[in-house]
């Protein structure tokens, strides 16, 4: 009996450190996910700029056949980019993920990975993979995604890929995150744009315009989904250590309420013991 209510001790012991563990990290992604909402609201702006002025070209009936090489969807290799967390603990984050992955890529698809986790199931599953590069744990900056872009860059005006595509998990709310694939090149119109009533000249032509734009066209697209992918994570692992926390500590009060029934059946049968010893006596 008495191993018995150390070995309880030890497991309520562990438990309530797995519950300060767990709330810690809780914490901590809580406290990114603020940050993460701050740098978009900070971001948007500039976003929404670059956005009107590349769908203002493209529903601009007159500029289609000079922007036909940037808006006009064709067959060929794609270039797709994948998101996810350098670290797990994130609940079904990853599988869910890869479950878009697998559903969308093809076997000559070029891949850049972002991330540990996509690498290693890049790996896993033989996907031709270009790049790799890791998600930090602190929110992304703009020189951490030039690199990346110039890959999409290179490959997408040379003509060497007809598409690029970005797979990640978009942030909805604080308990729903959703796999997502985001086709930024070919650039496509979007059907619920108003242009201006005001007349643009563009200079030296709309085409050029368009082209100069691309990579920042790239940038915010993909520094979009970058910022969703951060706060998906964080998100994810916060919910999941919530779940850890409170499994954690139920375990532990089940374990208590355990120990101290089993130490008071043991106090009961040692004075049972004791009485029964004065009574043969």
């Given at each position: 009996?008495?191993?018995?209510?150390?070995?309880?001790?030890?497991?309520?012991?562990?438990?309530?450190?797995?519950?300060?563990?767990?709330?810690?990290?809780?914490?901590?992604?809580?406290?990114?996910?603020?940050?993460?909402?701050?740098?978009?609201?900070?971001?948007?702006?500039?976003?929404?700029?670059?956005?009107?002025?590349?769908?203002?070209?493209?529903?601009?009936?007159?500029?289609?056949?000079?922007?036909?090489?940037?808006?006009?969807?064709?067959?060929?290799?794609?270039?797709?980019?994948?998101?996810?967390?350098?670290?797990?603990?994130?609940?079904?984050?990853?599988?869910?993920?890869?479950?878009?992955?697998?559903s969308y890529l093809k076997k000559d698809d070029?891949?850049?990975?972002?991330?540990?986790?996509?690498?290693?199931?890049?790996?896993?599953?033989?996907?031709?993979?270009?790049?790799?590069?890791?998600?930090?744990?602190?929110?992304?900056?703009?020189?951490?995604?030039?690199?990346?872009?110039?890959?999409?860059?290179?490959?997408?005006?040379?003509?060497?890929?007809?598409?690029?595509?970005?797979?990640?998990?978009?942030?909805?709310?604080?308990?729903?995150?959703?796999?997502?694939?985001?086709?930024?090149?070919?650039?496509?119109?979007?059907?619920?744009?108003?242009?201006?009533?005001?007349?643009?000249?563009?200079?030296?032509?709309?085409?050029?315009?368009?082209?100069?734009?691309?990579?920042?066209?790239?940038?915010?697209?993909?520094?979009?989904?970058?910022?969703?992918?951060?706060?998906?994570?964080?998100?994810?692992?916060?919910?999941?250590?919530?779940?850890?926390?409170?499994?954690?500590?139920?375990?532990?009060?089940?374990?208590?309420?355990?120990?101290?029934?089993?130490?008071?059946?043991?106090?009961?049968?040692?004075?049972?013991?004791?009485?029964?010893?004065?009574?043969?006596?």
């Open positions: 009996m008495a191993q018995n209510l150390q070995q309880l001790k030890k497991r309520i012991k562990t438990s309530d450190s797995i519950a300060q563990i767990a709330k810690a990290m809780e914490m901590i992604s809580a406290s990114k996910i603020r940050k993460a909402q701050d740098s978009v609201e900070k971001h948007n702006p500039y976003a929404k700029k670059i956005k009107d002025i590349v769908q203002h070209i493209l529903a601009d009936k007159d500029l289609q056949d000079n922007i036909e090489k940037f808006s006009t969807e064709k067959e060929g290799k794609r270039l797709i980019y994948i998101i996810s967390p350098d670290k797990g603990l994130a609940g079904g984050l990853v599988v869910n993920l890869f479950k878009k992955v697998n070029y891949v850049v990975v972002v991330g540990k986790k996509a690498a290693g199931e890049a790996t896993k599953y033989g996907y031709n993979v270009l790049a790799s590069f890791n998600m930090w744990a602190k929110f992304p900056q703009y020189d951490d995604l030039y690199p990346m872009i110039d890959i999409a860059k290179k490959f997408y005006l040379s003509g060497e890929v007809a598409k690029v595509s970005i797979i990640y998990t978009e942030f909805k709310n604080m308990l729903v995150q959703e796999p997502v694939v985001e086709e930024v090149f070919p650039a496509k119109q979007d059907k619920s744009f108003k242009t201006s009533s005001i007349n643009y000249i563009f200079e030296p032509n709309a085409q050029q315009v368009l082209k100069d734009l691309l990579p920042f066209y790239f940038e915010i697209e993909f520094y979009s989904a970058f910022m969703n992918a951060f706060a998906s994570e964080q998100a994810s692992r916060m919910t999941a250590m919530k779940n850890a926390k409170d499994n954690a500590k139920d375990i532990s009060e089940s374990l208590t309420n355990i120990y101290n029934r089993s130490r008071q059946e043991k106090i009961t049968n040692e004075i049972l013991d004791l009485a029964n010893g004065q009574q043969g006596m």
